[in-house]
């Protein structure tokens, strides 16, 4: 296993230990949940889906950046750090058990709604489902990225306050100005609005995709900036 | 290197240690010598200067296990982690073979005293005295040519803590930041006083007796006052 690969493993154990790793499935899981809990029309249904994984994505970052800023402040940080492994590996490490963690709880979510949706017998396309379902787990993993990035340089509490507020700010902004463009960054939960209509999601949602995926790699590089100054 | 508040703690700092010395490092103020350590080790990023370990510059990346090894007042190991987790952890970061990690790690726990089922149970069940235990095995497990203590071991009585810190095998370099000088004899070879951030000090421990000076905060100050200063 590489060295990424061994501190994904003990950041995953430690968010398991410690509970966060509930909070942040329940909070994509249990927001289907509700979805489920509560009938509507499918278009109704599928908004408060996009509600409430955005709300999730903000509780994912937030989680992330109490995270890694614990990590730093208790010393554990330091400690595999001085264990031959490099400050930028130790962020890449991170992020893949955080990441994975992320997508596994919007996986989760997506299921839900899917049978949630196909018990309406709405004639939903599958392929077109699912690249939504893509684009937003990019969104997901670039917010728990931000989560990273900030956590590097700011103590637990005010990390976790200040990467919630530059999700939601950023989730705001793109309600109210994106203008229906898929290329925004965080646009892809405006998608599932748009699966029972009669547009052409999928290329949309590859897009939003790439733009996620893009996101991911500019934030993981700053968070990885961010801790090659931090103090450990 | 700074603190938070941007206040100076290490100025114009230049100490050189040679190889296998055991050197006790004091401060005025106490901090000092703990941020010299914390720097020597990557945990903390100075603002300027350079610095090289075991013929390697500052990196704490792959291979850093086998040449330098940092053990705080209060290792950041994991609480759910048993010893014997943690040191096959760090064997395994070490790059050491299975087999021989696995020896090593059963006899670094012999060694530190983690005995029967202790090393089977997670850290946060034995306290302080467990986890220093299993941080020195666990800095120790790669044979790492220097060695960098800060505080370490307070939570053993001092017998215990004498024996484990009288490492053997003449090629360890050992810097050993305390604020307790007394406390280190018997282990050390040479004493560095740094004051207001710079060295001022370095001489080896028979200069004390022949000065007719005691091994304390004092008595290394009153050195310092007679002796020649160190180039900077």
């Given at each position: 296993?590489?060295?990424?690969?061994?501190?994904?493993?003990?950041a995953?154990?430690e968010l398991?230990?410690t509970?966060r790793?509930?909070?942040?499935?329940?909070?994509?899981?249990?927001?289907?949940?509700?979805?489920?809990?509560?009938?509507?029309?499918?278009?109704?249904?599928?908004?408060?889906?996009?509600?409430?994984?955005?709300?999730?994505?903000?509780?994912g970052a937030a989680v992330a950046a109490w995270s890694i800023a614990a990590e730093r402040e208790t010393g554990r940080a330091g400690?595999l750090v001085?264990?031959?492994?490099?400050r930028?590996?130790y962020v890449?490490?991170w992020a893949?058990?955080l990441?994975?963690?992320?997508?596994?709880?919007?996986?989760?979510?997506?299921?839900?709604?899917?049978?949630?949706?196909?018990?309406?017998?709405?004639?939903?396309?599958?392929?077109?489902?699912?690249?939504?379902?893509?684009?937003?787990?990019?969104?997901?993993?670039?917010?728990m990225t931000l989560g990273l990035a900030v956590g590097a340089l700011l103590p637990p509490a005010p990390a976790a306050g200040v990467a919630a507020l530059l999700?939601?700010?950023?989730?705001?902004?793109?309600?109210?100005?994106?203008?229906?463009?898929?290329?925004?960054?965080?646009?892809?939960?405006?998608?599932?609005?748009?699966?029972?209509?009669?547009?052409?999601?999928?290329?949309?949602?590859?897009?939003?995709?790439?733009?996620?995926?893009?996101?991911?790699?500019?934030?993981?590089?700053?968070a990885?900036?961010a801790m090659?100054r931090a103090e450990l | 290197?700074?603190?938070l508040?941007?206040?100076?703690?290490?100025?114009?700092?230049?100490?050189?240690?040679?190889?296998?010395?055991?050197?006790?490092?004091?401060?005025?103020?106490?901090?000092?010598?703990?941020?010299?350590?914390?720097?020597?080790?990557?945990?903390?990023?100075?603002?300027?200067?350079?610095?090289?370990?075991?013929?390697?510059?500052?990196?704490?990346?792959?291979?850093?296990?086998?040449?330098?090894?940092?053990?705080?007042?209060?290792?950041g190991?994991?609480?759910?982690?048993?010893?014997?987790?943690?040191?096959?952890?760090?064997?395994?970061?070490?790059?050491?073979?299975?087999?021989?990690?696995?020896?090593?790690?059963?006899?670094?726990?012999?060694?530190?005293?983690?005995?029967?089922?202790?090393?089977?149970?997670?850290?946060?069940?034995?306290?302080?005295?467990?986890?220093?235990?299993?941080?020195?095995?666990?800095?120790?497990?790669?044979?790492?040519?220097?060695?960098?203590?800060?505080?370490?071991?307070?939570?053993?009585?001092?017998?215990?803590?004498?024996?484990?810190?009288?490492?053997?095998?003449?090629?360890?370099?050992?810097?050993?930041?305390?604020?307790?000088?007394?406390?280190?004899?018997?282990?050390?070879?040479?004493?560095?006083?740094?004051?207001?951030?710079?060295?001022?000090?370095?001489?080896?421990?028979?200069?004390?007796?022949?000065?007719?000076?005691?091994?304390?905060?004092?008595?290394?100050?009153?050195?310092?006052?007679?002796?020649?200063?160190?180039?900077?």
């Amino acid at each position: 296993m590489t060295a990424a690969g061994v501190v994904a493993r003990v950041a995953v154990r430690e968010l398991w230990m410690t509970f966060r790793l509930l909070l942040v499935l329940v909070a994509f899981v249990g927001g289907s949940a509700v979805v489920v809990l509560l009938p509507s029309s499918p278009s109704v249904t599928l908004d408060r889906m996009a509600i409430g994984l955005g709300i999730a994505t903000v509780a994912g970052a937030a989680v992330a950046a109490w995270s890694i800023a614990a990590e730093r402040e208790t010393g554990r940080a330091g400690w595999l750090v001085t264990r031959s492994i490099s400050r930028g590996i130790y962020v890449i490490g991170w992020a893949l058990g955080l990441v994975a963690i992320g997508v596994a709880g919007t996986v989760g979510a997506a299921a839900l709604g899917w049978l949630t949706l196909t018990g309406f017998a709405v004639d939903l396309d599958a392929g077109s489902y699912s690249a939504v379902v893509l684009a937003v787990a990019t969104s997901v993993a670039a917010a728990m990225t931000l989560g990273l990035a900030v956590g590097a340089l700011l103590p637990p509490a005010p990390a976790a306050g200040v990467a919630a507020l530059l999700c939601a700010g950023a989730g705001l902004l793109v309600v109210l100005a994106s203008g229906g463009s898929s290329s925004v960054p965080g646009a892809a939960y405006l998608l599932f609005s748009r699966l029972v209509g009669a547009d052409a999601v999928l290329p949309d949602a590859l897009r939003a995709a790439g733009v996620g995926l893009v996101q991911t790699a500019i934030l993981l590089a700053i968070a990885r900036a961010a801790m090659e100054r931090a103090e450990l | 290197m700074t603190n938070l508040v941007h206040r100076a703690i290490l100025r114009g700092c230049s100490l050189t240690i040679p190889v296998g010395a055991r050197v006790l490092l004091v401060s005025e103020p106490e901090g000092a010598a703990s941020a010299l350590v914390r720097v020597l080790a990557g945990l903390s990023r100075p603002s300027a200067g350079r610095l090289e370990i075991a013929g390697a510059g500052n990196g704490t990346g792959r291979g850093w296990g086998h040449r330098v090894a940092h053990l705080g007042p209060e290792p950041g190991i994991p609480r759910w982690m048993t010893p014997r987790e943690a040191i096959a952890l760090s064997a395994r970061l070490a790059d050491l073979p299975p087999e021989e990690a696995r020896v090593r790690t059963d006899r670094a726990l012999a060694w530190v005293g983690i005995r029967g089922d202790a090393a089977d149970r997670a850290v946060r069940h034995g306290g302080p005295p467990l986890v220093q235990r299993t941080g020195l095995a666990a800095a120790l497990i790669g044979d790492p040519e220097v060695l960098l203590l800060d505080e370490p071991l307070r939570a053993l009585d001092t017998l215990e803590r004498t024996r484990l810190l009288r490492l053997p095998g003449p090629r360890h370099t050992i810097l050993i930041a305390s604020r307790y000088p007394a406390s280190e004899a018997g282990l050390v070879s040479h004493v560095a006083l740094l004051q207001g951030g710079r060295t001022v000090l370095l001489a080896p421990i028979a200069a004390l007796e022949e000065a007719g000076l005691p091994l304390s905060m004092r008595g290394i100050a009153g050195l310092a006052a007679v002796a020649a200063p160190v180039p900077s």
